[in-house]
């Protein structure tokens, strides 16, 4: 296993489409989250799973956006009539719960709205 | 979530000791001190973490003062692969939701 992984790392829509990011957490973590970073920022929380349940959701998370992780591995996000403003680096992470763990974050996706 | 204050950018001389300083008066005596870095496009990776007593792991220390309102990164010599963005963010220790702010922008002269 080679850490977390990100796909696809670039994409570029037009405004109005939707799109789908994937991430495929490390195997045996447990949970996954959602960061959306736009330039010259730090990454801002949107979303995080423990295994398949969503327990938290940021405000930044609107109805246009939904992340799923069906299985308790992989998670999706997904973003529906796509405007300019989403234009942002799109980042996951999972880690395992409990104590003296710490997050591991995939490459990201770039997401360009044109 | 506990506010924090950290120098926009910082430079320092290769093979030579870092200080990056961090203040988070508002923290909560629950809240851990986590320290992530973000290499050049790349995604943040764990620096290190702690809670009141001061820690050292294989990348760095963490000194944290006796107050907890602020806390010390340390590099003990710096590489130019070091050259990043750090990040100093007091939370939960379950890592639930990682409140990054803009952290310190470090700059290694060769």
């Known amino acids: 296993d080679t850490g977390v992984s990100q796909n696809p790392r670039h994409k570029i829509t037009k405004r109005g489409q939707n799109v789908t990011f994937r991430c495929d957490p490390i195997s045996e973590h447990n949970r996954l989250y959602w960061y959306r970073q736009t330039l010259g920022q730090g990454p801002e929380f949107l979303t995080y799973f423990q295994n398949e349940a969503q327990l938290e959701k940021s405000r930044l998370l609107s109805d246009r956006f939904s992340a799923e992780r069906p299985k308790g591995s992989f998670s999706t996000l997904e973003i529906q009539r796509t405007e300019q403003g989403d234009s942002a680096m799109y980042l996951c992470?999972?880690?395992?719960?409990?104590?003296?763990?710490?997050?591991?974050f995939g490459q990201g996706t770039r997401l360009t709205v044109v | 979530d506990a506010k924090t204050t950290q120098p926009n950018s910082m430079e320092s001389n290769e093979e030579e000791p870092v200080h990056l300083p961090c203040n988070h008066s508002?923290?909560?005596?629950?809240?851990?001190i986590h320290w992530y870095r973000q290499l050049p496009s790349q995604g943040p990776e764990y620096v290190i973490h702690?809670?009141?007593s001061n820690v050292n792991n294989r990348m760095a220390s963490l000194a944290i003062a006796e107050d907890r309102k602020s806390s010390t990164l340390i590099l003990h010599r710096a590489t130019l692969r070091d050259a990043a963005v750090y990040y100093c963010i007091p939370g939960l220790f379950g890592n639930e939701k990682l409140t990054f702010g803009t952290g310190t922008r470090l700059t290694i002269i060769p």
């Open positions: 702690g809670l009141t």
């Open positions: 508002t923290i909560s005596g629950t809240d851990y």
């Open positions: 992470a999972s880690s395992l719960s409990g104590e003296n763990t710490e997050a591991f």
